[in-house]
């Protein structure tokens, strides 16, 4: 039995400290996720906590054969997707200027600095779907058949979806270029 | 598209993005504070976790299989459920398939600049390569027809890469992500 499958079965047995080890390990990717997705931190700790507390609600429905974690993650994109839609039309603000990919020399993609915001803005710039698609492909590196389970999107439309997400982010680099 | 093939811009951002953020402890507490106000999840009796949902994997032979008996017990209750003449009962409801006709429906839009024009929409994945429209000569009108079963479709076209909702449609309202769909309701019969 995996260390989340005997969590589980801890919690179910009335042991609610065995949710804050699943807790502990999973909050870190999930906020990763959550973060990039939507753009700021204080959403994104609403989506955590409302992701841990119905999983926490929902545990006896987990079924274990299932990847924990894939369970998780499915309740935590569609609670990004809820917050998204709450606050559709609300202005985002960025503040950070990306001066130093601006500035390189050569113009060349080497920017190494640890700016989230500047990840931050790039990414707000995708449309919701794309981004949600780029960061389970290249973020969090899941397969096309694991984004499916997820997301409840067909294969064919993920795989367009982050190409489409790629094409973007290469027209971006080519207007910083040619700038 | 393999990881290889990235353009180093995309990588960068990729890698950019794939580091681990830093989360606030405090928040940890919290998510814990409200997990231990909740009554504690207790494990489904035996007999309804039997009656819990479960996918099954089956092999492609077996799948066949399945596949043959199934349109096998459907012909031989169609049988039953019609008449000598093929006519339905008089009373019984008509089959699953009467119930959702599939209609062509026809799809339009005027954009006399574009030079690639696409219906997207939950009919076919939101995949812009199922449904390519074709231009109408002479005009800025670009077409489609599609079969749609009875119901509510949501979908958009993309324009030259642009995903723009239906000018001539209801929309559904923001989905969520920033975008509006446009609804097409496809009654029995419908042809538009």
């Known amino acids: 039995m995996s260390d989340d499958a005997a969590d589980v079965q801890r919690v179910l047995a009335g042991d609610v400290d065995a949710y804050a080890a699943l807790v502990d390990r999973y909050y870190d990717r999930c906020a990763r996720f959550a973060i990039r997705m939507l753009g700021n931190r204080d959403d994104a700790e609403d989506a955590l906590q409302a992701t841990f507390l119905r999983a926490y609600k929902a545990l006896n429905r987990y079924q274990e054969r299932d990847r924990f974690s894939a369970w998780l993650y499915r309740i935590l994109v569609n609670q990004c997707r809820s917050i998204a839609a709450r606050r559709a039309h609300r202005e985002k603000v960025f503040i950070r200027e990306e001066a130093l990919l601006l500035n390189a020399p050569d113009r060349t993609p080497n920017w190494t600095g640890e700016d989230e915001e500047f990840v931050q803005r790039v990414l707000s710039e995708l449309d919701p779907l794309l981004r949600e698609a780029f960061l389970l492909k290249y973020i969090e590196e899941l397969s096309y058949e694991e984004m499916s389970a997820l997301t409840g999107v067909g294969v064919s439309a993920l795989k367009m979806r982050v190409k489409r997400a790629c094409d973007r982010l290469r027209e971006r680099w080519e207007r910083i270029k040619n700038d | ?192």
């Open chain 2, 1 to 192: 598209m393999t990881d290889s093939e990235l353009h180093p811009y995309v990588e960068l951002i990729a890698r950019e993005a794939r580091r681990p953020v830093a989360s606030d402890p405090a928040a940890r507490a919290r998510v814990m504070a409200a997990v231990r106000a909740e009554p504690a999840p207790r494990r489904l009796p035996v007999w309804l976790r039997a009656f819990q949902p479960r996918p099954i994997t089956l092999s492609p032979a077996v799948g066949g299989l399945l596949a043959a008996g199934l349109v096998g017990l459907g012909v031989i209750g169609g049988n039953f459920a019609l008449n000598r003449d093929g006519r339905n009962p008089v009373g019984q409801p008509p089959s699953v398939a009467a119930r959702l006709p599939v209609s062509d429906t026809v799809f339009v839009i005027v954009a006399p600049q574009a030079a690639q024009v696409s219906l997207v929409g939950d009919f076919n994945d939101w995949d812009a390569s199922k449904a390519p429209l074709v231009r109408v000569p002479n005009s800025g009108l670009w077409k489609v027809t599609v079969p749609l079963p009875a119901g509510r479709h949501l979908y958009q076209f993309v324009v030259d890469g642009n995903w723009v909702p239906d000018p001539g449609a209801p929309v559904a309202g923001d989905d969520g992500f920033g975008r509006t769909n446009s609804v097409r309701i496809v009654g029995t019969g419908s042809a538009l």
